[in-house]
Nanobody, 124 residues
Framework: QVQLVESGGGLVQAGGSLRLSCAAS??????????MGWFRQAPGKEREFVAA????????YYADSVKGRFTISRDNAKNTVYLQMNSLKPEDTAVYYC???????????????WGQGTQVTVSS
């Protein structure tokens, strides 16, 4: 069974930084064959796109709300994708999910596999 497990969430003050990790596992699964994305969902709100990266890491795509503050990267050898979050704002508070899909996209329904999420809370 394919599993994506997020880690690195927690409580941070506004202006601080966190780095999220998403580790993939499965006997025949490698993220090197997939575009990877990060999404987030706050209570009472719809899930929204945050960032995505192509299978090779050569192309990235960011939501306007995080561009310039967040950086997505991947290490295919470690089967891991990262989200470096700097200059965090209270409105960044949400559960963050990683996902794997066959195409670089900001549309959640286009992704095939999802993690269970990690909570990020930014205090004001």
């Amino acid at each position: 069974q394919v599993q994506l497990v997020e880690s690195g969430g927690g409580l941070v003050q506004a202006g601080g930084s966190l780095r999220l990790s998403c580790a993939a596992s499965g006997r025949t699964f490698s993220i090197s064959s997939y575009a990877m994305g990060w999404f987030r969902q706050a209570p009472g709100k719809e899930r929204e796109f945050v960032a995505a990266i192509s299978w090779s890491g050569g192309t990235t795509y960011y939501a306007d709300s995080v561009k310039g503050r967040f950086t997505i990267s991947r290490d295919n050898a470690k089967n891991t994708v990262y989200l470096q979050m700097n200059s965090l704002k209270p409105e960044d508070t949400a559960v963050y999910y990683c996902a794997a899909g066959g195409v670089l996209t900001g549309t959640a329904q286009m992704y095939n596999y999802w993690g269970q999420g990690t909570q990020v809370t930014v205090s004001s």
